[in-house]
Nanobody, 124 residues
């Protein structure tokens, strides 16, 4: 099963930026659509963004559109989530996972196991 490792989280002030990384070993990530999810304390895990395996098309939750950018570097076998203009409500543990692909488009529906995640805290 695809094993992914998240990194890049930390403490940042409102308005700041972070870049999260999702790396795979033993599997080639470009064979998979990959999504980013987050879970804040006391809340359900929610989809943030995904990138398709076929053509690299992307999908975003409304709450992050225009602020977050997902990308992939197949040479490094890594998917990134660039997060700009961060807000306190973005505070959560962020996870990446294999997601389903429907008609060549990624959907923010997990299809694999979860990693340990990376904590993002936005606070002054």
């Amino acid at each position: 099963q695809l094993q992914l490792v998240e990194s890049g989280g930390g403490l940042v002030q409102p308005g700041g930026s972070l870049r999260l990384s999702c790396a795979a070993s033993a599997f080639t990530l470009d064979y998979y659509s990959i999504g980013w999810f987050r879970q804040a304390p006391g809340k359900e895990r929610e989809g943030v963004s995904c990138i398709s395996k076929s053509d690299g098309s992307t999908n975003y939750a409304d709450s992050v559109k225009g602020r977050f950018t997902i990308s992939r570097d197949n040479a490094k076998n890594t998917v990134y989530l660039q997060m700009n203009s961060l807000r306190p409500e973005d505070t959560a543990v962020y996870y990446c996972a294999h997601v389903i692909t429907v008609q060549r488009l990624c959907n923010m529906v997990p299809a694999g196991s979860w990693g340990q995640g990376t904590q993002v805290t936005v606070s002054s």
